[in-house]
């Protein structure tokens, strides 16, 4: 069992304990707070719970539906629609318009309305 906390964009930071077999993720839960730790390694705040989310991430992870390259939406979106591409596509077609937009609208554009705008056009 690792512990460790949750590397997703949240704000919440909880701690993790993630058990792992033979290499493999095989369960992920909450991290109660543990007085004895000298590290304080767990969080407060969220002592002894996770969302649903991360607690079932090992089968996303290892789902065989789990999108493993790049895909670039061919349709209007929600037609799901895409044709594969490789990550040196992806990647200069995402450096391509960054540049644009920086020349568009400056250096200082939104860049989250900027990935929403990528995915919606592209
Ligand atoms: S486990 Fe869920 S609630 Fe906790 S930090 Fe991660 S995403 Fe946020």
């Given at each position: ?28 839960d909450a ?35 789990r999108i ?11 037609s799901g ?42």
């Amino acid at each position: 069992m690792v512990r460790t906390a949750c590397p997703l964009d949240c704000p919440d930071a909880c701690s993790l304990e993630v058990t792992i077999t033979s290499g493999w993720i095989t369960k992920i839960d909450a991290s109660p707070v543990d007085a004895s730790l000298v590290d304080a390694s767990s969080n407060p705040l969220t002592d002894g719970w996770i969302c649903k989310k991360v607690k079932h991430h090992a089968d996303r992870v290892y789902s065989p539906e789990r999108i493993m390259t790049p895909l670039i939406r061919t349709g209007k979106k929600g037609s799901g629609e895409f044709r594969r591409a490789s990550w040196d596509e992806a990647l200069d077609l995402v450096a391509k318009r960054i540049t644009q937009s920086i020349a568009d609208y400056g250096p200082r554009f939104d860049f989250a309305l900027f990935i929403q705008l990528i995915v919606v056009k592209t």
